[in-house]
């Protein structure tokens, strides 16, 4: 599975839109991107996913660039309960070897 | 509640004793997965169940031992654990295939080995 790149940590001011940088450079063309988020303690929760097109559902919305090689997922409306570490993953959809470091939104009144 | 719930939430054993994490989903899905997650680590991938057949298991040392009865059920046997075990063991399931949609997690046991 390709390799993705994402910041360390993000913060963002609650009702504002959350932008969450990933970079996959290496992706190739049956790879999937893969969004989920971990609040402290709990197993990560699946957001969402997409192949080419930008995907929507009500929890967030994921843009892929349209050669692929990066994403951002937008929480349009990020609230104080949205704080938690973001993964980005490309995977073919069978199995995920690791999550990786992620992204640590804090959203801040 | 996700519809994954794994039971203990909780666990602290003994380096000689023997236990089970237990993991259950009524999600219909095809897949399972044992996952661990060290304090300040990422999740990282131990064992996978597709239709009730190991596929992967990531060299995972011998005292971690998963059973999949069904679909639905999954175990991961415990014995003789060292103190660097001590982690969050996350159980997860999806409906199986490329593309498929997101794992569904559970909870997670919280092991402690003294």
């Known amino acids: 599975d390709a390799k993705t790149t994402q910041p360390t940590s993000m913060d963002c001011a609650e009702g504002r839109a959350a932008n969450l940088p990933c970079n996959h450079s290496?992706?190739?063309?049956?790879?999937?991107v893969y969004w989920y988020r971990q609040i402290h303690s709990q197993g990560p929760q699946y957001i969402i996913h997409g192949l080419k097109n930008n995907e929507t559902n009500e929890m967030a919305s994921l843009i892929i660039t349209e050669d692929r090689k990066s994403s951002t997922l937008i929480l349009p409306h990020a609230t104080l309960r949205d704080t938690a570490v973001y993964y980005c993953?490309?995977?073919?959809?069978?199995?995920?070897?690791?999550f990786g470091r992620g992204t640590s939104l804090i959203v801040h009144p | 509640e996700t519809g994954v719930t794994q039971t203990p939430r909780h666990l602290v054993m003994g380096m000689t004793n023997k236990k089970s994490l237990k993991c259950e989903q009524h999600?219909?899905?095809?897949?399972m997965y044992w996952y661990k997650q060290s304090a300040k680590k990422p999740l990282e991938l131990m064992f996978v169940y597709s239709l009730e057949e190991r596929v992967e298991n990531n060299s995972v040392p011998s005292r971690f031992s998963p059973e999949c009865p069904n679909s639905s059920h999954l175990f991961l046997h415990l014995h003789t654990l060292q103190p660097e075990d001590s982690a969050l063991y996350l159980c997860?399931?999806?409906?199986?295939?490329?593309?498929?949609?997101?794992?569904?997690f559970g909870s997670g046991t919280r092991l402690t080995v003294v």
């Open positions: 999600l219909g899905h095809n897949a």
């Open positions: 997860a399931s999806s409906p199986g295939g490329q593309g498929a949609s997101g794992y569904t």
């Open positions: 993953i490309v995977s073919r959809g069978s199995y995920i070897p690791t």
């Open positions: 290496t992706i190739s063309g049956n790879e999937y």
